[in-house]
Nanobody
Framework: QVQLVESGGGLVQPGGSLRLSCAAS????????MGWYRQAPGKQRELVAA???????NYADSVKGRFTISRDSAKNTLYLQMNSLKPEDTAVYYC??????????????WGQGTLVTVSS
């Protein structure tokens, strides 16, 4: 029932900034957490940043001080502000949510991904 749609990816130069958005639709009785993951070709998907229903945040060491995760509850939208981008940040970024469905099932949903390329 829940769908996630990412947007905001693109090509930026090293040191540049980008803001990703993740719009959620559908019924969620409760949300355990939402987060941003990324995956480069041939590499495992890794957690970039996460935010709990209570607002607590967690970041990968590689992005601390550069990325900020936030949520607009009224708009059911998750954001990832990325500053001081590096070539190593190049990847497909995915939005993820772990939630309780209307049928009281604990589920996990992924968005389709948005490509971020950092290159000069």
């Amino acid at each position: 029932q829940v769908q996630l749609v990412e947007s905001g990816g693109g090509l930026v130069q090293p040191g540049g900034s980008l803001r990703l958005s993740c719009a959620a639709s559908g019924t969620m009785v409760g949300i355990n957490a939402m987060g941003w993951y990324r995956q480069a070709p041939g590499k495992q998907r890794e957690l970039v940043a996460a935010i709990t229903a209570g607002g607590g945040t967690n970041y990968a060491d590689s992005v601390k001080g550069r990325f900020t995760i936030s949520r607009d509850s009224a708009k059911n939208t998750l954001y990832l502000q990325m500053n001081s981008l590096k070539p190593e940040d190049t990847a497909v970024y995915y939005c993820n949510t772990k939630y309780i469905s209307g049928g009281l099932r604990y589920l996990e949903v992924w968005g389709q991904g948005t490509l971020v390329t950092v290159s000069s």
